[in-house]
């Protein structure tokens, strides 16, 4: 795996570089503490994965990931901020981050989302998932992915985690991570909240 630290401090692009490189999976880590120097890389490598601070030196990780998406859709980007609120989880979401991770998570919880995100699908950082159940987010059914629909529907349909998994060919653990990806989006704090939501939204 190939990926790019982009963040205008030296302090977090050297550490997360010393933590990154302790992965087996990760092949090369590239340090980016401007703009420029993030679309220079970019631009001379194959890249897997961009590791974006949202509030990137006097530039908007957000809208930089909106380019990065329009110019390049099979790039994946996760959000690197130290930044929690509800406002700015919401606007990371739609500007089109795979994933959203706060500075001080520990090495497992940035493993995992550098791995379930190279496979497609999304992460949020456990503390960012609870100021959600806390506030709660009104989420549009559009925010939903092709997955997470396929995935909701075999839900209300009542199929396990397990019969989900071998359904769709995938780990159960992937199922858990969507199923709580689900619950957050939909702004609901248990199964059966979920399955009425999704009833509601016209997923079943």
């Known amino acids: 795996m190939h990926i790019i630290i982009a963040d205008d401090h030296t302090i977090v692009l050297d550490g997360l570089e010393l933590l990154l490189s302790t992965f087996d999976f990760v092949q090369q880590v590239q340090k980016a503490t401007t703009e420029a120097d993030l679309m220079q890389l970019l631009n001379k490598n194959d890249t897997d994965i961009v590791l974006l601070d949202i509030a990137f030196g006097k530039a908007d990780g957000r809208e930089i990931c909106k380019q990065l998406k329009k110019a390049q859709p099979g790039l994946k980007l996760i959000a ?3 930044h929690g609120d509800m406002a700015t989880v919401k606007s990371s979401i739609q500007a089109g981050f795979d994933g959203y991770l706060l500075k001080s998570e ?39 992915t ?59």
Do not use: C, W
Not at 114 to 128: D, H, I, M, R
Not at 188 to 200: H, S
């Open 80 to 82: 690197l901020t130290s």
């Open 146 to 204: 092709r997955r997470e629909e396929e995935i909701l529907g075999l839900i209300v349909d009542e199929k396990t985690t397990k019969e989900i998994a071998e359904h769709l060919f995938i780990s159960e653990k992937t199922v858990e991570n969507h199923r709580s990806n689900l619950m957050l989006k939909l702004d609901v704090k248990n199964m059966a909240g979920l399955v009425k939501k999704a009833i509601t939204l016209g997923y079943a």
């Open 106 to 144: 520990d090495r497992s919880t940035v493993m995992q989302a550098l791995q379930l995100v190279a496979e497609g699908e999304q992460f949020f950082s456990p503390q960012v998932k609870d100021v959600f159940f806390q506030q709660g987010v009104a989420t549009q059914k559009a925010a939903l």
